[in-house]
């Protein structure tokens, strides 16, 4: 009996770690191009990707299956379109600083634009969440230990991003756009099983 237990809690642990990998990636880009990034603009990042880690599973665990095989369709193509947009307008807002010599708007903090981040990287823990609920599984700790991880793992790629911006500065904007860009394309094949 306790060893089941303690399976089941690697289990979670280790859905949360892999849950936790898009908004790793994003937090570390948001460490090299937010300008000046402070303490808590840093906390909020991991506050939002947090919350959505942790919402998504309990919307679908409400749904249950009726939804499933709808958001498994569209879902990869809502998170792929964000990141793309987002990737895309954080290059064109770099070229365009370049050329005009302004640099005032670039890497600044936004809350509209964390809130399209946290969707787009919160879509595959809506599925997780159907499959808690095929499963039975009580949705309380697992949405807990979701949501805490991807707090830890969203801060510690803020460090990381941040030493990295210290190297590279100004222009590795353009490869935080590129990593959302492949990052959009990675989920949208992982959802269409290419890969």
Known sequence: ?????????????????????????????????????????????????????????????????????FVSKVAPWIAFILLLIIGLKMIYETITDGEEGETSEKGQFSF????????????????VGVTFALLNTPI????????????????????????????FKSKFEIVGGVVLIILGFKILLDGLRFI
């Open 1 to 69: 009996m306790r060893k089941e237990a303690t399976m089941d809690f690697i289990t979670v642990i280790l859905i949360a770690v892999a849950l936790a990998m898009d908004s790793f990636s994003i937090s570390i880009t948001k460490g090299f191009t937010i300008n000046n990034i402070t303490t808590i603009q840093s906390l909020w990042i991991g506050v939002f990707f947090g919350f959505f880690q942790g919402i998504m599973p309990i919307l679908g665990w409400i749904s249950g299956v009726q939804l499933q095989s």
């Open 112 to 127: 509209k634009e964390l809130t399209f981040l946290g969707i787009a990287t919160s879509i595959d823990a809506f599925a």
């Open 140 to 167: 309380l700790i697992p949405v807990i230990i979701i949501g805490l991880v991807s707090f830890v793992f969203s801060e510690f790629g803020i460090a990381i991003g941040k030493k990295i911006g210290q190297f």
